[in-house]
């Protein structure tokens, strides 16, 4: 396992001087093109910026309004009777919307419940299997002007759906309750 952390320490050095040395050898400056690049990420920067402060406005009125206690707890006696625990619904809820959020969800339980617990796990299981649409949907594609996004919000949905669900079985195979 020793050269796996030799691996993962030199990667991104060695990607780089490959990069490097084949654009000069392309005759591409690549200085300036990386210069170039930078400036163009700033002004990406700059522009997503509205739509990051109207998601975090729109996370933070959710969670403040009790919306998203009052859906925990309709929801908590079907999730009991299937044996899932509703202390991950939060997770479940947030994910799509926040990663930060979602993270720091994640690190919540796992502080209380621990890491080997089946809600550690869950949690964990939950945080890599799905992915943060709503943040995608509106930062970058807001980003680049797209207006119509109503099947990409559907098909994310449906993957962050079957990746919940695909967490649950497992973890519950693999680890039991």
Known sequence: MEWITVISIWFIPVLIAFVLM????????????????????????ISIIPYLVGMLVAISVFRASGAMDFIIELMKPALQAIGVPSEIVPLAMIRPISGTGALGMTSDLIATY???????????????????????????????????????????????????????LIVTYVFGV
Do not use: C, N
């Not at 000069?24 to 400036?39: I, N, R, S």
């Not at 939950?126 to 649409?133: F, P």
């Not at 002007?145 to 695909?166: H, R």
């Open 22 to 45: 084949y654009g000069t050898y392309k005759q591409v400056p690549t200085y300036e093109t990386f210069v170039e690049g930078a400036k163009e990420g700033f002004g990406m920067a």
């Open 114 to 168: 621990g890491p080997d617990s089946f809600i550690g796990r869950l949690a964990s299981t939950m945080q890599g299997s799905t992915d943060t649409t709503f943040y995608v949907l509106t930062v970058y594609f807001g980003a680049v002007g797209i207006k119509k996004m109503g099947d990409a919000l559907k098909v994310g949905l449906l993957a962050d759906i079957v990746g919940i669900i695909a967490s649950i």
